[in-house]
């Protein structure tokens, strides 16, 4: 059994933001990661961070149009709590010598994407905002700070609503039997679950599936944002080209060169994601190739170093102005029902980041609001730990007799996820999918809890896949409606 007070699972902004800020009152801290530690989403964010800091803006504004983008099923008071919290917590982390871009009078540059009214999005080394990010919350966190590499979490230690520490397995295959006072789930999305997506290779619904067997409260899971432009070469995606080079002018068209958003929303190229998405993916089941158009883009190369880098590793020249594109699974909006606090239903357990569903974007994010998330519902996570003393119990962890039989490859549940439940649902195939989940149920009922000795790393990654679009395909089945990310038809 290792001791340790306060326990984080993952390593990506809402980790790291929880971590740093418990380090400036000497609270000691293990942080464990499935691999390496920038192997997160939050490294390969390109975009940016939404807050309300320009002279125009006002966090009433970033209110608007965070609840209009999650259309108004958001949770207000948490909506609220993130705009109006996030100016002076992101001036605190520029105290800490965070550098974000600056305009040529030396002042904060702001870009503009999707659904935002005005320009809101701060960034840093263009398109590198995520990794100089996580750069920096690593040099804020001290010695207080232990993170351990390549151990994934296999299951939560909850007794009676109350929560003791994790069980992990590290790469040499030792288990570790942590006890923690708190322990915080910061294990991201869900992106692995579907066959392109912009998403970590890491990032395979851990989090959800854990949270789940442990008796966690789940919630608005059928909500997914697809991104529209995903560089694709053949079908196959190989990184995210950010909304910012659509807020830099850059416009899609098909390969007769029309303009494929004129006339589907008022807001052409920057119409809400799903509307994008939705437009991008029919072209592309026609057969069509869409491609993003940046002839308008100025300095393509120096605004966007990272997708310039993406595209020319996979042989697309950026000078011929036409990127090839098609949508992939990039945000979960649902996740483990928490505060914005983290708190979750169960004593000693917190949720933050990506795999916490706070109601923040409703049924749709806005652009650059999850960045923003993390550092901002971090920080309060952290703040409410240091304000409330929780004693985890001790527990005896009993092993469960269940054990898996042959599994589908990650590829086959990939395919399944984006046909039943991707960019469009159909409601007469819900259960069919569901269906095909539970054959793999191992005690025909339930995805249980598995005896972690006669379960591989592997093999648990691609239960959590299953365990995790089973209760997806679940949420979306009993929505009935459209609305936002959740497009149902007939
Ligand atoms: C390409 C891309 C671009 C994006 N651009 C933007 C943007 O510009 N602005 C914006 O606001 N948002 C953006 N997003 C979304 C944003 O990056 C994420 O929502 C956010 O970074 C999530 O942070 P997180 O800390 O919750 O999770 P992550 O950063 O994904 O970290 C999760 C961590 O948990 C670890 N982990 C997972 N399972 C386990 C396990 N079982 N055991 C141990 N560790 C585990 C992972 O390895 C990882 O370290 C982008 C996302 C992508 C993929």
Same mark, same amino acid.
């Given at each position: 059994?290792?001791?340790?007070?306060?326990?984080?699972?993952?390593?990506?902004?809402?980790?790291?933001?929880?971590?740093?800020?418990?380090? =400036?009152?000497?609270?000691?801290?293990?942080? +464990?990661?499935?691999?390496?530690?920038?192997?997160?989403?939050?490294?390969?964010?390109?975009?940016?961070?939404?807050?309300?800091?320009?002279?125009?803006?006002?966090?009433?504004?970033?209110?608007?149009?965070?609840?209009?983008?999650?259309?108004?099923?958001?949770?207000?008071?948490?909506?609220?709590?993130?705009?109006?919290?996030?100016?002076?917590?992101?001036?605190?982390?520029?105290?800490?010598?965070?550098?974000?871009?600056?305009?040529?009078?030396?002042?904060?540059?702001?870009?503009?994407?999707?659904?935002?009214?005005?320009?809101?999005?701060?960034?840093?080394?263009?398109?590198?905002? %995520?990794?100089?990010?996580?750069?920096? #919350?690593?040099?804020?966190?001290?010695?207080?700070?232990?993170?351990? $590499?390549?151990?994934?979490?296999?299951?939560?230690?909850? =007794?009676?609503?109350?929560?003791?520490?994790?069980?992990?397995?590290?790469?040499?295959?030792?288990?570790?039997?942590?006890?923690?006072?708190?322990? +915080?789930?910061?294990?991201? %999305?869900?992106?692995?679950?579907? /066959?392109?997506?912009?998403?970590?290779?890491?990032?395979?619904?851990?989090?959800?599936?854990?949270?789940?067997?442990?008796?966690?409260?789940?919630?608005?899971?059928?909500?997914? $944002?697809?991104? /529209?432009?995903?560089?694709?070469?053949?079908?196959?995606?190989?990184?995210?080209?950010?909304?910012?080079?659509?807020?830099?002018?850059?416009?899609?068209?098909?390969?007769?060169?029309?303009?494929?958003?004129?006339?589907?929303? !008022?807001?052409?190229?920057?119409? !809400?994601?799903?509307?994008?998405?939705?437009?991008?993916?029919?072209? *592309?089941?026609?057969?069509?190739?869409?491609? #993003?158009?940046?002839?308008?883009?100025?300095?393509?190369?120096? =605004?966007?170093?990272?997708?310039?880098?993406?595209?020319?590793?996979?042989?697309?020249? !950026?000078?011929?102005? #036409?990127? /090839?594109?098609? /949508?992939?699974?990039?945000?979960? @909006?649902?996740?483990?029902?928490?505060?914005?606090?983290?708190?979750?239903?169960?004593?000693?357990?917190?949720?933050? %980041?990506?795999?916490?569903?706070?109601?923040?974007?409703?049924?749709?994010?806005?652009?650059?609001?999850?960045?923003?998330?993390?550092?901002?519902?971090?920080?309060?996570?952290?703040?409410?730990?240091?304000?409330?003393?929780?004693?985890?119990?001790?527990?005896?962890?009993?092993?469960?007799?269940?054990?898996?039989?042959?599994?589908?490859?990650?590829?086959?549940?990939?395919?399944? @996820? @984006?046909?039943?439940?991707?960019?469009?649902?159909?409601?007469?195939?819900?259960?069919?999918?569901?269906?095909?989940?539970?054959?793999? @149920? !191992?005690?025909?009922?339930?995805?249980?809890?598995?005896?972690?000795?006669?379960?591989?790393?592997? $093999?648990?990654?691609? *239960?959590?896949?299953?365990?995790?679009?089973?209760? +997806?395909?679940?949420?979306?089945?009993?929505?009935?409606?459209?609305?936002?990310?959740? *497009?149902?038809?007939?």
């Amino acid at each position: 059994m290792i001791k340790t007070d306060i326990l984080i699972i993952g390593s990506g902004i809402g980790a790291l933001s929880v971590a740093s800020e418990l380090c =400036k009152f000497h609270r000691k801290v293990t942080v +464990i990661t499935k691999a390496l530690t920038k192997s997160c989403n939050s490294s390969l964010a390109q975009g940016g961070i939404s807050v309300a800091l320009s002279d125009e803006d006002s966090y009433t504004l970033h209110y608007e149009d965070t609840m209009t983008a999650g259309c108004n099923i958001n949770d207000p008071d948490a909506v609220l709590k993130l705009v109006s919290t996030a100016p002076e917590v992101i001036r605190e982390f520029i105290n800490t010598g965070m550098v974000f871009d600056k305009d040529e009078n030396g002042n904060l540059a702001f870009g503009r994407e999707g659904a935002h009214r005005l320009n809101r999005i701060i960034h840093a080394g263009g398109d590198r905002t %995520g990794l100089r990010v996580v750069e920096q #919350l690593l040099r804020n966190i001290t010695t207080d700070v232990t993170i351990i $590499q390549n151990e994934m979490a296999l299951d939560l230690r909850v =007794k009676n609503g109350k929560c003791s520490g994790v069980i992990t397995r590290n790469s040499e295959g030792e288990i570790h039997c942590y006890h923690a006072n708190y322990t +915080i789930l910061a294990t991201g %999305g869900i992106g692995q679950l579907y /066959p392109s997506t912009s998403n970590d290779i890491t990032i395979t619904g851990d989090g959800i599936s854990m949270a789940y067997r442990a008796g966690c409260r789940l919630k608005n899971l059928e909500f997914i $944002q697809f991104h /529209p432009t995903m560089l694709t070469i053949d079908g196959k995606a190989y990184g995210l080209v950010s909304e910012a080079v659509r807020g830099a002018g850059g416009i899609l068209v098909n390969d007769k060169g029309e303009k494929i958003m004129e006339g589907v929303h !008022p807001q052409k190229d920057l119409a !809400p994601r799903d509307v994008v998405a939705r437009e991008v993916y029919a072209h *592309y089941l026609k057969g069509e190739k869409i491609y #993003l158009d940046i002839s308008n883009v100025k300095d393509f190369r120096k =605004k966007f170093p990272t997708v310039t880098e993406i595209c020319e590793e996979h042989g697309v020249d !950026p000078d011929n102005r #036409l990127l /090839p594109v098609a /949508p992939g699974a990039h945000f979960h @909006m649902g996740g483990v029902e928490a505060t914005p606090e983290g708190i979750t239903n169960i004593e000693g357990l917190f949720a933050v %980041g990506e795999v916490a569903c706070t109601g923040v974007h409703g049924a749709n994010r806005l652009a650059s609001n999850s960045l923003l998330e993390g550092i901002v519902f971090g920080k309060l996570t952290a703040d409410y730990i240091v304000n409330h003393r929780i004693t985890a119990e001790e527990i005896a962890d009993e092993p469960s007799p269940y054990t898996v039989g042959k599994l589908p490859d990650k590829a086959e549940i990939q395919i399944q @996820m @984006m046909e039943f439940v991707g960019i469009v649902r159909h409601s007469g195939k819900m259960q069919e999918i569901i269906d095909w989940f539970e054959q793999y @149920m !191992p005690d025909h009922k339930d995805f249980v809890r598995l005896n972690i000795d006669k379960t591989s790393n592997n $093999q648990y990654e691609i *239960y959590n896949m299953l365990t995790t679009g089973w209760l +997806i395909a679940k949420a979306a089945a009993d929505r009935h409606n459209s609305i936002g990310a959740h *497009y149902i038809v007939e």
